[in-house]
């Protein structure tokens, strides 16, 4: 068997192809070994694929970005988050975005994330960064839910199915990002381009059993709720609401390719909101490596 490590943010919704793949084999019938580590800070995913820790990484698409604006290799393999997955969840005190001028929003990190998403959410009502509100890096999804609970935060994006338990519990549903994104590349599957290129039959086999997890987990729905209530402690019900909008909205893809209108659309609007007009003139083509997912066919 093949050792390999694989780095993941947190434990959430979007990581259940991972689970799936390791849950059913299909990792170990392409001969590999695969060990998930699982961090809270997003950062450190990143960190953990640059340093060569682990050899995958399913992570925030823009560290891709950042990474080769930094003279790096890393590349996009496939797909994972391919819409966003998330609703704009405010306190309970909370009833507009307008009600959001003085307050602090919770994101995933400052430079990457959902940073650019809220900065520009929040510019459609005349909300300017920092003038207007402050930005609080806690963390994913899962932190950013427990802080405005406790009231360290009075917004953020909560993704699925944590948005759903939000307004169930009676919190305020601020919007959907994906009526102003359609199609947003948030997570993937980031690699080395130089690691990649010395493993091929390594990067294909598990590039393989990524694409045989989605799949999956199309078709199998209560089997994919299974996992999830075991894998994250949803309830089943929510595992449900949560497989149904992955699937009707083309979050997960289902044959776990990369979504070039997605990438594209994370390069303007995070070129448009940090200012970098160096990043706007630059394709989405740029970063995925294709040929990969080609040759699992």
Sequence with gaps: MFPLRLAA????YFN????????EGLFTAEGLDVTLEIHEPIDAV??????????????????VILDRERGG????????????PFSF????????IEDLRGGTIGVSSIEAGSSSLV???????????????????????LARWEKLQSGEIDAGLQGIPLNHIAIDAGYTDLGDPRALFPDFQFTSLNVQAGWARCNRDATIGFLRAWVGAHRWFFANRAGANRIATAETGISEAHADRAW?????AGIFPGDGRASLAGVQTLIEVSALIRALPSRARIRAETYIHANYRH???
């Design 9 to 12: 943010v947190s434990r959430n």
């Design 89 to 96: 969840i405010g306190a309970k005190h909370i009833r507009t």
């Design 73 to 84: 290799d890393q590349e996009i393999i496939a797909g994972n988050v391919n819409k966003l």
């Design 295 to 297: 040759a699992v066919g």
């Design 244 to 248: 149904l909008e992955c699937t009707q």
């Design 46 to 63: 990143d960190q953990r694929l640059r340093d060569g820790h682990v050899q995958f990484a399913c992570g925030v698409t823009e560290h």
């Design 119 to 141: 900065m520009r959410l929040l510019a459609a009502h005349g909300l300017e960064y920092p003038k207007d509100y402050t930005l609080l890096a806690c963390g994913p999804i």
């Design 16 to 23: 259940l192809p991972i689970w799936i793949a390791l849950r």
